[in-house]
């Protein structure tokens, strides 16, 4: 059992040193900008060489460490939190090569290499989110794993589609353009979606949430979900020549039908698996708008707070006895005072209050989007979008720490000291994180004038949508819930758009009937008859004409006598 443990506490030592390591590095690169193209030649028989390339640059580097910093703080943490788990020699190594498989997709700049990292995140994913094996898990762990094959799929058409240069290396061509380009841009877009969960893709990353809880943490900070939105930063040189306006419309409508979701459920985990799938929305739109650094420097900060949030989820929900319902909460910051400390300081983050962590990204996002050139629509949808975000926090906050008494169970409360640990370190990281990041990633600040209306705007969506998360979430005996009075409007708006019901039975039922029908016709039909008994059929029908002629030869021969005898006769 030491030994065990061990494993989790120098695991997640070693990768903090190296997170902090490749950060300072990375620091370091982007000053003096520079950057480092590695070619290691691994094997090399008779004219043949076999090269693997890194890409060391500052936004890898320190994308890296940031990876590396999170990990090692979910290990630390997974150490106390799997302690009581038969396999958890199995879970720490595949976390450790769910990390590796990032890395290697970071510091890629191939296209085959980073179909490697890639594979190797879907793989290592779908066993994570089959890790607590029922019925459940198996089917989140299926449908997590098919979709991310279409994304799978897409890059290795792009790679053949990459023959038409003169490598696979595709850093080199990110600022050539030629018409064929379309479809290079295409099939990598399609990657991101799919690995970033943009509509159509959505329905996998809240059926992911089958996994252990620090795994969700991981993969929605700084892992899997993260992976799409940096391939398409590293090919975003290419959308300047794209009028990407529908592709940004998808990534609008995956934030607002996210943050909308997220305001009518009722699963913990879910609510911040929605939340993910908005500041997603959020990156991938404002990558579109033609601001790469600005989504790089979101999805740095937006790492930190999520990370922190699953982390203290996942000890609320072991206090509560597994279960993650959070009508079953309340009261809460009674018995986990500096758990649920940590909680609403990750939550005041994720909700952009002013000098959190959140804030500096989702600023300056929200002024480049008012100074941008599209129309009120994509304005108001950008707005509104952060409205929900504060609605469904202060919802959850409502639910689990304030005086509604639903204490379902109270059994195991208990702050661990390894759980603290991890937690303390994130929290200093959701507070100065996205300050620090922004000195260092901007090296003269952005002056935006705008109105002073425009300029307090975002803080007044901040305040209306805190509003409205406590009206909706404020019931008692006299007053009949919202939710209930308008059941449709809030099933739908509650389901993702009826999206997961489109990703499951609605796609394979139709195919299981058309299967079962042909099913039928050939194997129990006609073609059981012709094709596979014909055989048996013919050779019984050859084996009774023989039988027949066998013993009837004298009678025969008589009766063809006497008709041969008439005929010759007439």
Same mark, same amino acid.
């Given at each position: 059992m030491v030994g065990v443990m061990s494993l989790y506490i120098v695991g997640g030592f070693l990768l903090l040193l190296a997170g902090f390591c490749f950060i300072f590095t990375g620091i370091v690169f982007l000053i003096y900008d520079y950057s480092i193209f590695l070619d290691w030649e691994f094997l090399s028989i008779n004219s043949t060489c076999l090269t693997m390339t890194l890409f060391f640059d500052w936004m890898s580097l320190i994308f890296v460490g940031c990876v590396f910093l999170i990990s090692s703080m979910v290990i630390y943490y997974s150490d106390s939190y799997m302690s009581a788990d038969g396999d958890k020699v199995r879970f720490y190594f595949l976390v450790f090569m769910f990390v590796m498989?990032?890395?290697?997709?970071?510091?890629?700049?191939?296209?085959?290499?980073?179909?490697?990292?890639?594979?190797?995140?879907?793989?290592?994913?779908y066993c994570l989110v089959i890790y607590f094996q029922n019925y459940k !898990?198996?089917?989140?762990? @299926?449908?997590? /794993? $098919?979709?991310?094959?279409?994304?799978?799929? %897409?890059?290795?058409?792009?790679?053949?589609?990459?023959?038409?240069f003169g490598s696979w290396h595709f850093i080199f061509y990110v600022y050539s353009w030629d018409s064929w380009c379309y479809y290079l841009i295409f099939l990598v877009v399609l990657a991101g979606f799919t690995s970033s969960a943009q509509i159509p893709f959505s329905s996998w990353l809240p059926a992911a949430m089958a996994a252990p809880t620090p795994v969700s943490s991981l993969v929605h900070s700084s892992t899997l979900v993260t992976a799409g939105v940096y391939l398409l930063i590293r090919f975003s040189h290419m959308f300047n020549n794209v009028d990407c306006s529908f592709l940004l419309m998808f990534s609008m409508l995956t934030m607002f039908m996210s943050g909308l979701g997220?305001?009518?459920?009722?699963?913990?985990?879910?609510?911040?698996?929605?939340?993910?799938? !908005?500041?997603?929305?959020? @990156?991938?739109? /404002? $990558?579109?708008?033609?601001?790469?650094?600005? %989504?790089?420097?979101?999805?740095?900060s937006h790492a930190f707070f999520k990370a922190l949030l699953f982390l203290c989820a996942g000890l609320?929900?072991?206090?509560?006895?597994?279960?993650?319902?959070?009508?079953h909460m309340g009261c809460v910051v009674n018995q986990l005072p500096f758990?649920?400390?940590?909680?609403?300081?990750?939550?005041?983050?994720?909700?952009?209050?002013p000098f959190m962590s959140g804030f500096y990204s989702k600023d300056i996002i929200?002024?480049?989007?008012?100074?941008?050139?599209?129309?009120?629509?994509?304005?108001?949808?950008?707005?509104?979008?952060?409205?929900?975000?504060?609605?469904?926090?202060?919802?959850?906050?409502?639910?689990?720490?304030?005086f509604n008494m639903n204490l379902y169970v109270c059994q195991n409360y208990s702050e661990d000291g390894l759980m603290m640990k991890s937690m303390i370190f994130m929290t200093i990281l959701s507070i100065c994180g996205g300050s620090i990041l922004s000195w260092f990633l901007f090296n003269c600040p952005a002056l935006i004038v705008l109105p002073l209306g425009f300029k307090i705007m975002p803080l007044i969506f901040i305040v209306l949508?805190?509003?409205?998360?406590?009206?909706?979430?404020?019931?008692?005996?006299?007053?009949?819930?919202?939710?209930?009075?308008?059941?449709?409007i809030s099933f739908f708006s509650g389901s993702m758009w009826f999206m997961p019901s489109f990703s499951t039975y609605m796609l394979s039922g139709p195919s299981l009937i058309l299967s079962k029908n042909y099913y039928e016709v050939m194997d129990s039909g006609w073609g059981e008859?012709?094709?596979?008994?014909?055989?048996?059929?013919?050779?019984?029908l050859f084996a009774k004409l023989y039988n027949f002629y066998h013993f009837n030869n004298l009678k025969l021969f008589i009766t063809v006598f006497f008709i041969l005898f008439i005929f010759v006769l007439i």
């Open positions: 498989s990032m890395m290697m997709m970071i510091i890629s700049p191939n296209l085959i290499s980073i179909l490697i990292g890639w594979d190797g995140l879907g793989l290592v994913s !898990s198996y089917s989140a762990g @299926m449908l997590t /794993i $098919l979709t991310n094959r279409v994304g799978d799929v %897409a890059i290795l058409l792009a790679i053949a589609w990459m023959i038409n997220a305001n009518f459920e009722y699963d913990m985990k879910s609510i911040i698996a929605l939340s993910t799938l !908005s500041q997603l929305g959020l @990156m991938m739109s /404002i $990558l579109f708008m033609g601001f790469p650094l600005l %989504a790089f420097f979101h999805l740095l609320i929900i072991h206090g509560m006895s597994d279960s993650q319902d959070i009508r758990t649920c400390t940590c909680f609403m300081i990750s939550n005041f983050s994720l909700c952009g209050l929200l002024e480049m989007v008012m100074t941008s050139s599209y129309n009120f629509f994509v304005f108001l949808i950008f707005f509104i979008s952060v409205g929900l975000t504060v609605s469904y926090s202060v919802r959850l906050i409502y639910y689990c720490l304030s949508g805190g509003w409205l998360g406590y009206e909706l979430s404020f019931s008692n005996y006299f007053v009949s819930a919202y939710s209930l009075r308008y059941y449709f008859y012709i094709i596979s008994k014909s055989s048996y059929v013919w050779s019984s």
